[in-house]
């Protein structure tokens, strides 16, 4: 069966801009959270999305916002980009709200210059 | 505030040695944990999970074990090989409810 899958895979943006990234779950997955990974931090939580309802915020600025559509598909946006918002981010997607199964995807590789 | 710390960055071993990765968290909420391996360019991909009524959980080369009353836990592959050289992320959450938090990583080489 197909994986999570996250586009673009690579993006360069521009300090001010704003960016939106996407991730499709895997077929019949419901639940898709996003992550940021940076090397001094690691993995951090920036929110889940379960039937549309986002159902948890990790600590993240306004600026981090993301939408789960009825095929459950999901969005994350980023506006007023920072330097510091270079960063792997990824999204996992799992059947229910469980913790087991969580599947990520490849990620997006996010360089604001 | 990092719930969940690998301390070790980076670890070494020779090829059919043991290695053991190291996980320490803070809250004494988190009742399962997981361990998760990511090679360069893909994203993590679960290795192996324990939940706290457990101490102990073994999959073929890789066993977790944990010490609740440490608030630690530690992954071992025996016998380590080169396919095992990745990045190695242990993850705690409470109950099952879908937040993760993720450790640092520890990288890990295996040497032929």
């Known amino acids: 069966k197909a994986g999570v899958t996250q586009t673009p895979r690579y993006l360069i943006k521009t300090r001010g801009q704003q960016v939106t990234l996407s991730c499709s779950p895997i077929?019949?997955?419901?639940?898709v959270s996003w992550y940021q990974q940076t090397p001094g931090q690691g993995l951090q939580f920036l929110f889940e999305?379960?039937?549309?309802?986002?159902?948890n915020k990790g600590n993240f600025p306004g600026r981090f916002s993301g939408r789960q559509f009825s095929n459950s598909r999901s969005e994350m946006n980023v506006s007023t980009l920072e330097l510091g918002d270079s960063a792997l981010y990824l999204c996992?997607?799992?059947?229910?709200?469980?913790?087991?199964?969580?599947?990520f995807g490849s990620g997006t590789r996010l360089t604001v210059v | 505030d990092q719930q969940v710390k690998q301390n070790s960055p980076s670890l070494s071993v020779q090829e059919g040695r043991i290695s053991i990765l190291n996980c320490d968290y803070t809250?004494?909420?988190?009742?399962?944990f997981l361990w998760y391996k990511k090679y360069p360019a893909e994203g993590p991909t679960f290795l192996i999970s324990?939940?706290?009524?457990?101490d102990k959980n073994e999959d073929g080369r890789f066993t977790v074990f944990l010490n609740k009353s440490a608030k630690h836990l530690s992954l071992h592959i025996v016998p380590s090989q080169p396919g095992d050289s990745a990045v190695y992320f242990c993850?705690?959450?409470?109950?099952?409810?879908?937040?993760?938090?993720f450790g640092t990583g520890t990288s890990l080489t295996v040497i032929p």
């Open positions: 996992a997607s799992s059947l229910n709200r469980d913790v087991n199964g969580y599947t």
């Open positions: 809250n004494s909420m988190f009742d399962y």
């Open positions: 077929s019949g997955h419901r639940s």
């Open positions: 999305y379960f039937s549309e309802t986002q159902r």
């Open positions: 993850a705690a959450s409470v109950n099952t409810g879908n937040q993760f938090y």
């Open positions: 324990i939940s706290s009524i457990k």
